[in-house]
């Protein structure tokens, strides 16, 4: 295992007006870490990811991508993100392209990588999720589990270092859910370094290297999926097992 930091999170602090959404956040993820975040809904989860990918502006602490103290002002942005890809819940494929055209869309534009080479990437990210005879379908053709795994391969093309996938599968029916679970975990597998909120703890416990419980801003408890899920320590992390279960 790598001891690489990756991601460093110091005493980061947010909110909106008066609610203060996340509460002096303290996090390091290192290098081929599948972190997962769980939580309940409105613990704060979906602005951390936000601001990890500079989607969102922290209000103070810092956040180090790859050992660098990323500051907005000063920093590249688009070579920020170019390190950190999100997958949402909601896929957000640009419907009247294709999903060839979906996926070389930023490497052309942003990597400015040939059309040419962007398409024979964009193939083989297909051929990865299962979705090599799609190239050419308009996304309204796809499943949401089909969906989902070519947002997923978007993502993927702009070569990050880091996936944060924000509950990737909350909108899916349920048939579907295995298919896109199984594509991040393929990609787990292959070392890359994930952030994940899940709701899905069987994912969670068997892909996670750690787990991260948030509640109301805080992390109340980071352990071991199997510490986690068998002997967690905190009152609170208890009380919100009882409710996955
Ligand atoms: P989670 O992803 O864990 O469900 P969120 O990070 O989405 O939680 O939200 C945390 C809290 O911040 C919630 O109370 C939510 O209503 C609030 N919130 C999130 N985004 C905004 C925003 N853009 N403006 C105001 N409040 C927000
Ligand atoms: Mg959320």
Known sequence: MSEREMIRIEHLNKSFGDLHVLKDINLSVHESDVV?????????????????????????????????????????????????????????????????ENIIEAPTVVRKVS????????????????????ADVYPSKLSGGQKQRVAIARALAMKPDIMLFDEPTSALDPELVGEVLATMKELAD?????????????????????????????????????????????????EFLKTTA
């Open 36 to 100: 997962c975040l769980v939580g309940a809904s409105g613990s704060g989860k979906s602005t951390l990811l936000r601001c990890l990918n500079f989607l969102e502006r922290k209000d103070n602490g810092n956040i180090f991508i790859q050992g660098e103290n990323i500051i907005p002002k000063t920093h590249d942005m688009n070579e920020v993100r170019q390190r950190v890809g999100m997958v949402f819940q909601h896929f957000n494929l640009f419907p009247h392209k294709t999903v060839i």
């Open 115 to 134: 059309k040419d080479e962007a398409i024979a990437e964009a193939k083989e990210l297909l051929k990865k999720v299962g979705l090599e005879d799609k």
């Open 190 to 238: 292959e070392g890359m370094t994930m952030v994940v909120v899940t709701h899905e703890m069987g994912f969670a416990r068997e892909v996670a290297d750690w787990i991260v419980y948030m509640n109301e801003g805080q992390i109340i408890e980071l352990d071991r999926p199997e510490e986690f899920f068998e002997n967690p320590k905190e009152e609170r992390t208890k």
